[in-house]
């Protein structure tokens, strides 16, 4: 079991621009949410996905957006990118209460 | 909405026990999680608590009071490669059959030999 996987690893971007990140949930979870991760912080939730759909939504602006395709693996876009939005952005799929976490994709935008 | 308060940083001795604490105010409750991260590294599951009361799991165990608002983690017989941070998480009621979950910043351990 590969668990949950993300990629890339790591991504650096510059203002204003879009970024596409990729989730692979652990088999057998059906559920997919997106985290972020400020240094020295714990994970905000972003948002979550179920069926191919937002399910629930934290109180992030307009501009993360996401998609989860029939296979349950997941993708974040980030439109217009700040400064503000460097940092680690985690997957975590579950099928019950627990959420597998995966390693992350570090994003940094100078 | 929720707040979730644990101290920022604790430190303790190999073999010694230590006990972190979490206090959080929430508009519901749907359970309570503790999760270990060490650095550049994804959370992993620790415990899970619903009920008040004690669970137990090897070294550690989870603590739960929901009149009070209130959890700890104990560890046990520390060890060096529990140096990591420690993170309170709550399962709102609001979140319904979603499963976010909601994060206080975060207690990071160090053990000392």
Redesign the interface.
Known sequence: DAGVTQSPTHLIKTRGQQVTLRCSPKSGHDTVSWYQQALGQGPQFIFQYYEEEERQRGNFPDRFSGHQFPNYSSELNVNALLLGDSALYLCASSKSAEQFFGPGTRLTVL | GQN?DQPTEMTATEGAIVQINCTYQTSGFN?L?W?QQHAG?????LS?N?LDGLEEKGRFSSFLSRSKGYSYLLLKELQMKDSASY?C?V?PLS????????????TQLTVLP
């Open positions: 979730i359970g999680f999760y590294e994804a959370p992993t599951f899970y619903v993170l998480a399962r979140s319904g059959s979603a499963r976010q979950l909601t994060f206080g910043s975060g």
